[in-house]
């Protein structure tokens, strides 16, 4: 079977579909996967170096408002489709997957068009714009959220599946992964990040609230900040070489190495990174990204608060102050950590890739 899966922009939108690939080449190593992205997305790093066949094309976001862009994506969309329609004609998919993103829209419309099997899966509680024209035309529609589904007019269909993790089992816990990551293994651990781009007002209110409790702390906890490529030199040199809290990485391809780790995350509420943390049964402190289209991660993350999995600070709200308070509660209550993790687990689910392509196989075989 061939398939062409696109998607990209943030590893929101790649991860869920790297793992979608990752099923189907374990159901059968003869299905052939092309990935379609674009150059300046993250996909075109991640693809290639997860070992699938990526080829990119033109594509650019609309922005909400009256402005030139508009104009401009208007005219980069519709090369895009005449890309699209080039790349699908030579490749000759059986079906096509579109996991998010504007460069997804394009190539499942275009598929849909010649009447090849389309699915896309949303990540977020609140769909995009893209993905909401596509419901109308591809045959199905995988939910990571059930609470998605007053969004769409066509119920019949739309399947929650959850959202699709990058790993099918919890690897064990290795001491030589604390030593890599500088870590002690007699302490417990906080893990921070903001999104595989980084967060600096994350990176910074973590800096400050951890040196407002760090007396209190440092002998039983320690901090592995994932700072983002961009600011990881400042945040080398705001916190120095004298510290016996802090370990920090510019960016980690494989984060299930520090997710099993974790004993509580700092992070943002993207839909895939609440997958993630939640299938490690992971307590959170969620910051989500305040400029997201629709709010959708504020959205993703009041999911996860109102079950007791996470506590929720709005980007406004957020300070050292703020988080350290947040903090210090937590880590002197073990009951409630205990709870949140108990809870956070009840989210998670190992198995969406696999129900999305069993669902995909049973309809190619009607």
């Not at 790649?14 to 996909?43: C, M, Q």
């Not at 080829?55 to 699209?84: D, M, P």
């Not at 320690?222 to 040199?237: A, F, H, R, T």
Request: with cysteine.
């Amino acid at each position: 079977m061939r398939i062409i899966i696109s998607g990209g922009g943030t590893g929101g939108h790649i991860y869920p579909g790297i793992s979608l690939a990752n099923e189907l080449k374990d159901r059968d190593i003869k299905n052939e996967i092309l990935f379609v992205g674009t150059k300046k997305g993250l996909e075109a790093k991640l693809i290639p170096r997860e070992g699938f066949k990526f080829v990119s094309i033109n594509a650019k976001g609309i922005q909400r408002r009256i402005c030139w862009e508009n104009f401009t994506a208007i005219i980069v969309f519709f090369i895009s489709l005449f890309q699209s329609y080039k790349i699908i004609r030579n490749y000759k998919p059986d079906i096509v997957i579109g996991t998010g993103g504007y460069v997804s829209g394009s190539v499942v419309l275009i598929a849909a068009l010649l009447g090849i099997p389309t699915f896309i899966h949303e990540q977020n509680v609140i769909p995009g714009i893209t993905n909401r024209f596509l419901s109308r035309i591809v045959k199905a529609v995988f939910l990571s959220f059930a609470q998605s589904r007053k969004y769409f007019k066509h119920s019949s269909r739309l399947i929650f599946t959850g959202n699709p993790v990058r790993f099918k089992k919890l690897p064990p816990i290795k001491n030589k992964d604390y030593h890599n990551f500088k870590l002690d293994p007699l302490k417990k651990t906080i893990l921070v990040f903001g999104g595989s781009k980084g967060a600096v007002s994350i990176n910074r209110a973590v800096i400050e609230g951890i040196n407002l409790i760090k007396d209190s702390i440092k002998n039983q906890w320690q901090v592995l900040l994932i700072s983002g490529s961009d600011d990881y030199e400042e945040i080398i040199d705001i916190i120095g070489d004298d510290n016996n809290i802090f370990s920090v990485e510019p960016y980690l391809y494989n984060i299930e190495k520090a997710y099993v780790l974790a004993d509580l995350v700092i992070c943002r509420a993207g839909a895939t990174t609440l997958a993630e943390i939640s299938a490690y049964g992971l307590p959170a402190i969620l910051i989500p990204y305040p400029f997201a289209t629709n709010n959708h991660q504020e959205y993703n993350a009041r999911i996860l608060e109102s079950e007791g999995a996470a506590i929720l600070i709005l980007e406004k709200d957020l300070s050292g102050e703020r988080l350290a308070k947040a903090l210090f509660n937590l880590i002197n209550d073990k009951k409630q950590l205990e709870i949140m993790s108990k809870k956070s687990k009840k989210l998670g689910n190992l198995n969406s890739a696999k129900k999305i392509i069993d669902f995909i196989f049973d309809y190619t075989k009607k």
